[in-house]
């Protein structure tokens, strides 16, 4: 969209009405990775990693599945500072 819109506008103009900071806008572009979201990727990995232990661990004992949990995805909220 905004590269679409770069060609009638200028970028600086476009994020300040979508209210977006260019630096971040060019970082977002550029695929680079922010502390917070290497946090919450290695967070996620943690989580999955439990998650299936105690998956294994319980279908070892020939509990039911239901007894672990029905999560299956994980949401991570982030608050701004």
Same mark, same amino acid.
């Given at each position: 969209?905004? *590269? /679409?819109? !770069?060609? /009638? $506008? ?8 979508? =209210?977006?900071? @260019?630096?971040? $806008?060019? @970082?977002?572009?550029? %695929? !680079?990775?922010? !502390? @917070? *979201? ?7 990995? =943690?989580?999955? &990693?439990? $998650?299936?232990?105690?998956? *294994?661990?319980?279908?070892?004992? %020939?509990?039911? @599945? ?10 991570? &909220? /982030?608050? &701004?500072?």
């Amino acid at each position: 969209m905004m *590269e /679409e819109l !770069a060609k /009638e $506008y200028p970028i600086g103009q476009l994020c300040q009405v979508l =209210e977006v900071a @260019r630096s971040g $806008y060019y @970082r977002w572009r550029q %695929g !680079a990775t922010t !502390a @917070r *979201e290497a946090t919450n990727a290695q967070l996620v990995e =943690e989580i999955n &990693s439990v $998650y299936q232990d105690k998956q *294994e661990s319980t279908a070892a004992l %020939g509990l039911p @599945r239901n007894c672990v949990g029905r999560a299956t995805n994980v949401i991570i &909220s /982030e608050w &701004s500072d």
